[in-house]
């Protein structure tokens, strides 16, 4: 059964800086790509980074580039997305996701919200 389980969400103020992290299991987590793809509040999904199977390349919205920072421990089959610099505008659900040859998976996500 394949499994992502996201954790590490909160609460911070602009300016603050958070890792959340993704556990997969169930596939071999080091042969897929990985996404990070957010929800705010009332609006649509929004791709936020990608890296690929080894950790080598790795892909940013312009929303975060230069902010955030995705990775990824192969021997712990477990992503990472590093949020520096918060903004309140990345106040959100965060999912890890990714697709296999069966189909897509999606996480239930962890709650990131910015605030004074």
């Known amino acids: 059964q394949v499994l992502l389980v996201e954790s590490g969400g909160g609460l911070l103020q602009p300016g603050g800086s958070l890792r959340v992290s993704c556990a997969a299991s169930?596939?071999?987590?080091?042969?897929?790509?990985m996404n990070w793809v957010r929800q705010a509040p009332g609006k649509g999904l929004e791709w936020v980074a990608g890296?690929?199977?080894?950790?080598?390349?790795?892909n940013y919205a312009d929303s975060v580039k230069g902010r955030f920072i995705i990775s990824r421990d192969n021997d712990n089959d477990t992503l990472y997305l590093q949020m520096n610099s918060l903004k309140p505008e990345d106040t959100a659900l965060y999912y890890c996701?990714?697709?296999?040859?069966?189909?897509?998976?999606w996480g239930k996500g962890t709650l990131v919200t910015v605030s004074t």
């Open positions: 890296i690929s199977s080894g950790g080598a390349t790795t």
């Open positions: 996701v990714t697709t296999l040859r069966i189909g897509a998976y």
């Open positions: 169930g596939f071999t987590f080091n042969n897929y790509f």
